[in-house]
């Protein structure tokens, strides 16, 4: 158990327009959900966290109306890069934590956006 | 704050060698250490865990040992393989908060 997934798994959008990533806890549910980008080459930098029915609370230098993330339920979070630019290129990693416990974090298989 | 130094790559070895990924912590508290693996163009998987001192992970001939004294979680293998060629992170867990190292490329040469 203890599955995650994300949706897509690549994207190719236009500068300009925004693209929505999906991450689903597929058997199990999350309290709490996080999302990381990871720049090539290095580490994971967490961008926010997100609780099922209240707003996310964003890592300082993340900008939140550039990155919106809503959770909408205990199995699935979203993602929205906003008039998306080449420099949000990156690998987004979704992370969740299981309502029942124990506090360790799955992760997803990951996104890769690329901005045009 | 907390955080996680870990050994910097890239590191190369040849099939059977012996592998050290070195990793230490800095926490406030008691934290769970971790090893993570990391394939070309995918997300983490777990390695390893351990959760209080002393305790060993283990896992597809891994291990790491969770050492209060040294703040260490160093992660071992006695005989790679090529397979085991991708990016390692260590981190650290307190509460929900997650700190992962910069990560250490290996590649295994056959």
Redo the contacts between chains.
Sequence with gaps: GAVVS?HPSRVICKSGTSVKIECRSLDFQAT?M?WYRQFP????M?MA?SNEGSKATYEQGVEKDKFLINHASLTLSTLTVTSAHPEDSSFY?C?A?RLAGP????????T?LTVT | GDSVTQMEGPVTLSEEAFLTINCTYTATGYP?LFW?VQYP??????LL?ATKADDKGSNKGFEATYRKETTSFHLEKGSVQVSDSAVY?CAL?L??D?R????T?LTVKP
């Design positions: 994300q709490t996080f080459k290095q580490s994971l967490l966290t990693i992370s934590i506090y360790e974090q799955y992760f997803g298989p990951g890769r | 769970s993570y163009g995918e997300g983490l998987q777990l865990k992170f867990q509460d929900n997650m992962f190292g910069a990560g490329r």
